[in-house]
């Protein structure tokens, strides 16, 4: 699946897969996603996490925007660790909406972050 989302092509999140009932994908880390201690943004957790939870979600073909969203963060992420990866699971489609559950890890399969994202279909 190709996907033509403006926002996450400008953060340079790329796509590395899916199917109907989920996505995965992954974003370079940079010195200029960081906070003032040197830790990526919550901004940038959340957004690779829309960008994967949407790509499962329009995986079938459906336009969707998001709804609402629920992050928990475990630990945080440098630059040293190059890559933030994004995995996300359908765990419902209906009709109006869809629900993502979506982790994000770090090359180590570490868990550093996961949430779940509603989105309804357009």
């Known amino acids: 699946m190709k996907e033509e989302y403006p926002f996450a092509a400008k953060l340079e999140i790329e796509y590395l897969g899916s199917d109907p009932m989920r996505a ?17 943004t919550g901004g940038i957790y959340n957004s690779l996490a829309d960008a994967i939870g949407g790509a499962a ?20 992420t440098e630059p040293s660790d190059e890559y933030l990866y994004a995995e996300a699971e359908i ?8 629900i993502a559950a979506v982790e994000l890890k770090h090359e180590d399969g570490t868990v550093v972050s996961d949430g779940q994202f509603s989105y309804s279909k357009i």
């Open 24 to 40: 995965r994908g992954r974003i370079r880390v940079t010195e200029d996603m960081t906070d003032m201690l040197g830790h990526v």
């Open 57 to 76: 979600a329009r995986a079938t073909g459906d336009m969707y925007v998001t709804q609402n969203c629920n992050m928990q963060f475990y630990q945080s």
């Open 91 to 98: 765990r419902h489609r209906g009709s109006r909406t869809c």
